[in-house]
């Protein structure tokens, strides 16, 4: 089974950064693709960034392009979300995601069997 260790949240101001990272550990991430979501209060879950483990591509959802950088670290098994810029709108909870195609660069949370805790990030105006 693949676990997924997530963390890296937390309380920030707008404009300001974190960075989210995912921790495989007890699978290869260059053998899956690993997405992250997020959830806000009284909202349906969302796909922000995906990175496929054949060949790193990355993709974002158009709400996070520009501000937002999904990266893959092969040494430390970890999948790495740099989010720069807040926003408030970017309170949620957020997921990481792996799936077992490693070519998946979608945002269907049916495609990915395996999931992390989610860690909170709060951005305040």
């Known amino acids: 089974d693949v676990q997924l260790q997530a963390s890296g949240g937390g309380l920030v101001q707008a404009g300001g950064s974190l960075r989210l990272s995912c921790e495989a550990l007890?699978?290869?991430?260059?053998?899956?693709?690993v997405a992250w979501f997020r959830q806000a209060p009284g909202k349906e879950r969302e796909g922000v960034s995906v990175?496929?483990?054949?060949?790193?591509?990355?993709w974002y959802a158009d709400f996070v392009k520009g501000r937002f950088t999904i990266s893959s670290d092969s040494a430390k098994n970890t999948v790495y979300l740099q989010m720069n810029n807040l926003e408030p709108e970017d309170t949620a909870v957020y997921y990481c995601a792996a799936s077992g195609d490693s070519d998946y660069s979608g945002f269907d949370y049916n495609e990915y069997e395996y999931w992390g805790q989610g860690t909170l990030v709060t951005v305040s105006s």
């Open positions: 990175i496929t483990g054949s060949d790193g591509t990355a």
């Open positions: 007890e699978f290869r991430l260059n053998r899956v693709a």
